[in-house]
């Protein structure tokens, strides 16, 4: 019974050390991801109006959309190629959000590679226009995105927060 105990109590010592390890490793590689560089290129907004159907029952399906357009560089700093699956984006007008978006692209960065990444985010007109109004009347609007880019390590996902700025 003794030796049960002490090969149980073994197992238990290995698999928490084992398990120490790897979160300090994820720890490390967490660090390692952040040190790449996010950079915010463009951001462009853009009104789509769709025509109305004309019936005898009346007016039916106008519709209007507002897309931003980002274009986002990605440089991998480390020294391990990247490969991210998934992107958070919330997106804000003079510090208001504005728009919410996630976006599924596999995306591989191989060392010292940048890559660059567009993306559209739809905007709800509510939250955009009065923005759009002051940028359609040439007064600057500040824009800026928050991101979260999921990293994939192994079989672990990895997401990275980041703020980014118009580059301009």
């Not at 399906?61 to 507002?66: A, F, G, H, L, T």
């Not at 391990?80 to 692209?105: G, H, P, Q, R």
């Not at 890559?115 to 509510?126: E, R």
């Amino acid at each position: 019974m003794k030796h049960i105990i002490t090969l149980l109590f073994s197992i238990y010592i290995i698999l928490n050390i084992n398990g120490c390890a790897t979160v300090k490793q994820i720890g490390e590689t967490v660090k390692t991801i952040q040190t790449c560089e996010f950079t915010l290129e463009t951001i462009e907004p853009s009104i789509e109006i769709k025509a109305p159907k004309i019936t005898l029952q009346g007016i039916k399906d106008p519709s209007v959309k507002i897309v931003f357009d980002l274009n986002i560089n990605i440089t991998n700093t480390t020294d391990m190629n990247l490969s991210m699956n998934k992107i958070d984006f919330d997106v804000y007008a003079d510090n208001k959000l504005i728009a919410s978006s996630t976006t599924s692209n596999n995306i591989s960065i191989a060392v010292g590679e940048t890559k660059s990444l567009p993306a559209k985010v739809s905007v709800d007109p509510v939250n955009a226009t009065k923005k759009l109004a002051k940028e359609l009347q040439g007064q600057d609007v500040a824009y800026h995105v928050d991101g979260i880019f999921y990293f994939k390590i192994k079989d672990w996902y990895i997401p990275i927060k980041v703020t980014l700025k118009e580059s301009n």
